[in-house]
């Protein structure tokens, strides 16, 4: 959350003339409801088994950029698809760069909503130490990118 998947995401289609979905938007628009509202009138449980549902769906077309939400790859067997499917890239934010981007959002994001901005910090560390193990399954990790050349790079050596 926060570290940038849909904006490197976009950039990365674009660079290798590929679609580019972002999972949570697919989500909202097939359910034609935000993602929000589905946390709050469904609950969590609810949302993830949407979520498995739409990345299994996403999965199976041609060749795609698929940004997915930061827990996505931690529920189910999200994760084993996606490595099966492609190459998945875990971009790694140090944490306080997270912050600074998550705070102004607390109201849009629905896991952080009633976290409040004084408990967010914790909460990006709890976050991140459950997750963690997931995201390193990852076969390109790239730390804080500033160029797609970043992501390019690595991925292009993996490739060859």
């Known amino acids: ?47 993830r088994a949407l979520e498995r549902r739409y990345l299994q769906d996403l999965l199976a077309l041609e060749p795609a950029v698929i940004a997915t939400g930061g827990g996505t790859p931690c529920f189910f067997d999200n994760m084993d698809k996606m490595l ?8 790694e934010e140090p944490e306080e760069i997270l912050f600074q981007r998550l705070a102004p959002e607390l109201a849009e994001r629905p ?4 976290v409040g901005r ?20 990852s076969q390109i990790v790239v730390h804080s990118p500033r160029s797609l050349e970043d992501i390019w790079e690595k991925l292009r050596v993996l490739m060859h």
């Open 84 to 91: 099966r499917a492609g190459y998945c890239v875990y971009l």
């Open 1 to 47: 959350m926060g570290c940038g998947k849909s904006y490197w995401g976009r950039r990365l289609a674009g660079f290798l003339h590929l679609p580019f979905y972002d999972l949570d938007a697919y989500i909202a628009e097939r359910e034609q409801q935000e993602i929000t509202a589905l946390f709050q009138e469904q609950g969590e449980a609810h949302f």
């Open 111 to 114: 896991l952080i909503r009633h």
């Open 118 to 137: 004084e408990r967010l910090p914790f909460f990006i560390r709890e976050k991140l130490v459950e997750r963690l193990p997931y995201y390193r399954a």
